[in-house]
């Protein structure tokens, strides 16, 4: 499964967009690109799935380079309830035949939101 | 319905005891993941079982003991666990896209 390289932390402030940079050098043929969100002793919760070029959905934004090398989060107008460990992960999506889904967790990323 | 259920919340136990987690989920995924998460480390895959079969243990200590009853429930049997295993152990399940987690299990090992 390819390695995800994300920033240790990042800070905000409230009403602003935050971005948050995913690296993926070794991103397969067959590989999407995965975003969760955890608040401490919670279960991590499903932001955006893509492959490539731009998804948007209510709650944020995914885009990713023709290359697929790296792909950025962005949350537009992040409030105090943002603040969390968001995670970038890559990998094939789960098949009935029994292969693993892309569910290998990197280090995440910290976003810290102030007032 | 798109819930994962785990029961218990919170597990206290001792070192020579045996205790099982549970998880559920009806929501038709057929497969489904154990997670053991330590304080400000990401979770770590433990499991997976793919229609109702163990497709990847990983290196998992026999002290941890999954099985998969049927497409809806995922249990992990647990004996003589050691403090170092004291985590949140996290329960997902997964429909080819998106996985849903559980709240997780808040284990103690005294």
């Known amino acids: 499964l390819a390695k995800t390289t994300q920033p240790i932390s990042m800070d905000s402030y409230e009403g602003q967009e935050v971005n948050i940079t995913c690296s993926h050098n070794?991103?397969?043929?067959?590989?999407?690109i995965t975003w969760y969100q955890q608040f401490p002793s919670q279960g991590p919760r499903f932001i955006i799935q893509g492959y490539k070029t731009k998804v948007t959905n209510e709650v944020a934004s995914l885009f990713i380079p023709a290359d697929r090398k790296s792909s950025t989060l962005s949350l537009p107008r992040v409030s105090l309830s943002d603040t969390a460990v968001y995670y970038c992960l890559v990998g094939a999506r789960m098949n009935y035949g029994g292969s693993q889904g892309n569910l290998i967790f990197g280090k995440g990323t910290k976003l810290s939101v102030k007032p | 319905d798109t819930e994962v259920t785990q029961t218990p919340k919170h597990l206290v136990m001792g070192m020579t005891n045996k205790k099982s987690l549970k998880c559920e989920q009806h929501m038709g995924h057929r497969a489904m993941y154990w997670y053991k998460q330590k304080a400000k480390k990401p979770p770590e895959l433990m499991f997976v079982y793919s229609y109702e079969k163990l497709s990847i243990n990983e290196s998992v200590p026999s002290r941890f003991s999954p099985e998969c009853p049927n497409s809806s429930l995922l249990n992990l049997h647990l004996h003589a666990l050691q403090p170092e295993d004291s985590a949140l152990y996290l329960c997902a399940s997964s429909h080819n896209t998106e996985a849903f987690f559980g709240q997780g299990t808040r284990l103690t090992v005294v």
């Open positions: 070794n991103i397969a043929t067959n590989d999407y």
